[in-house]
């Protein structure tokens, strides 16, 4: 049998519900697990670690340290990794960690559910036995597992707050889905050749900016940017902004830019890809230098920005890193 180790993060899958509705001491959620699903030792061997216990809308770059590091620590241990994690950030940490674990030959894998486990109509028993047995396959990337499909963490995103169905991949393939078999895409990474790298930390010196209809340009120059690095423009379509007249936000990107600070631009659409060619407002960005995401999501754009700054690059290099794949998170 394959050995996996799970890892216990928080979120609804670890939630517990004794017969009087109080929650269960999070210590004792591995013989709850146990307890209920036995079937669980017939997949793999399984160790389990809480490595921290939290609402995923509390996790952030410390957080995605400490598990990329524990990943690291225990890689030559075991054959692969189940992350238990709330739904409402999973697919940042899945990303995050998607370009802190570098050259990984094992899978590691990011589930939870919709419904705590204690509940009779619960999402985690299936998604936790999937996750469970993915991870004894050949797979050599980050990815999410939910509703019956495995998913590019790096490609992947939160679409609905209340169907089982909450994840999906705009620009890329289910990595696999799981019926009565297991069908594996041909889509998946192909084993690393190099060398396994660790990149845990992360910097937080990035503003996230939605670009909406009247926005005030004077909101923007007010803003204080001797702290930032970078700057993600969640752009309209394949990555237009208001370029005339008042709300005009040329300015604000030269501004930027003439203060050493990256501009990346997103898209607010969640398919395909943007591209700084296609209209003048595009262009003007791209002449000044602001660098398109391509089809890539927020939340990758996010923390592989993040993640890059952390890296203490010069600006050639993290250019050049920026615009192409590292983990399988652009084309």
Not at 272 to 287: E, I, N, P, W
Request: proline share 4%; aromatic share 8%; net charge negative.
């Amino acid at each position: 049998m394959k050995n996996i180790l799970l890892l216990q993060t928080g979120g609804t899958i670890a939630m517990h519900f004794d017969q009087n509705g109080n929650e269960l001491d999070p210590d004792k959620w591995t013989e709850v697990l146990y307890g209920e699903m036995p079937e669980l030792s017939k997949i793999a061997e399984l160790d389990i670690k809480k490595v921290l216990f939290e609402d995923s809308s509390d996790i952030n770059r410390h957080h995605w340290k400490k598990l990329s590091q524990v990943v690291d620590d225990n890689f030559d241990d075991y054959d692969g990794f189940v992350i238990l994690h709330g739904t409402d950030t999973m697919a940042y940490t899945a990303s995050a960690l998607s370009f802190a674990l570098q050259n990984i030959t094992k899978p590691v894998i990011l589930t939870g559910s919709q419904v705590p486990m204690s509940n009779i109509r619960s999402d985690a028993r299936r998604n936790l036995i999937n996750s469970i047995e993915l991870a004894t396959y050949g797979i050599h990337e980050v990815t999410i597992c939910f509703n019956d499909h495995l998913y590019r963490g790096n490609r992947s995103t939160k679409m609905s707050i209340g169907d089982f169905d909450a994840f999906t991949s705009p620009n890329y393939p289910p990595l696999a889905e799981v019926g009565i078999r297991i069908e594996l895409s041909e889509s998946l990474l192909e084993n690393h050749t190099g060398k396994r790298k660790l990149y845990s930390d992360f910097d937080d010196s990035v503003q996230v900016i939605k670009i909406y209809p009247n926005l005030n340009p004077s909101f923007l120059h007010s803003m204080d940017l001797s702290h930032t690095k970078a700057v993600i423009l969640e752009a309209f379509g394949s990555g237009n902004i208001p370029s005339k007249g008042p709300y005009n936000l040329l300015p604000f990107v030269k501004k930027c830019i003439d203060q050493n600070c990256h501009v990346l631009v997103n898209s607010q659409a969640a398919y395909d890809s943007v591209d700084l060619t296609h209209y003048a407002s595009g262009k003007a960005l791209k002449k000044m230098g602001a660098l398109s995401s391509g089809e890539m999501t927020l939340e990758a754009t996010l923390t592989k920005t993040m993640n890059l700054l952390a890296r203490n690059l010069s600006d050639s290099e993290f250019i050049n890193t920026f615009h192409r794949s590292i983990a399988g998170e652009r084309d």
